[in-house]
């Protein structure tokens, strides 16, 4: 049975190995029968800049990210975090939300997680 589930990651990859497990955990849903989709707010969204191997558990999320990538197009990101992030070398399809879209988002899945 396919369901839609929304993965939030809201943790610091900075900081926190959350972030990189919010990615696993992702990555591990997207390859079954399930639509998901990614959100990233805070300062989570530095996951998907070149300087991702400098972060905790940085070499394992990029590897993580290269294969979720094939199964999730589009990561959304938080509007504020586009004009605090710099996104230029990002090899990834984004598109800015708002924080409405994604209460919207969440309140539209069978599934929500967050990280």
């Known amino acids: 049975m396919t369901r839609k589930i929304v993965v939030l990651i ?3 990859p900075q900081e926190s190995h959350r972030a990189s497990e919010g990615i696993r ?3 591990g849903l997207a390859s079954g029968e399930h639509e998901v989709e990614v959100i990233l707010t805070g300062k989570a969204p530095l996951l998907l800049t070149s300087e991702l191997e400098e972060y905790v558990d940085g070499e394992m999320t990029e590897k993580f990210l290269a294969t979720l990538k094939e199964f999730i197009p589009i990561f959304y990101i ?4 586009l004009d605090e ?3 230029s070398a990002s090899d990834y399809k984004l598109m800015p939300v ?5 209460a919207e988002k969440i309140a539209a899945a069978d599934r ?3 990280f």
């Open 10 to 12: 809201r943790s610091n």
């Open 25 to 27: 955990i992702a990555l």
């Open 78 to 81: 938080d509007k504020e975090s």
């Open 85 to 87: 992030i710099d996104f």
């Open 98 to 102: 708002s924080s409405e879209e994604i």
């Open 112 to 114: 929500f997680a967050m």
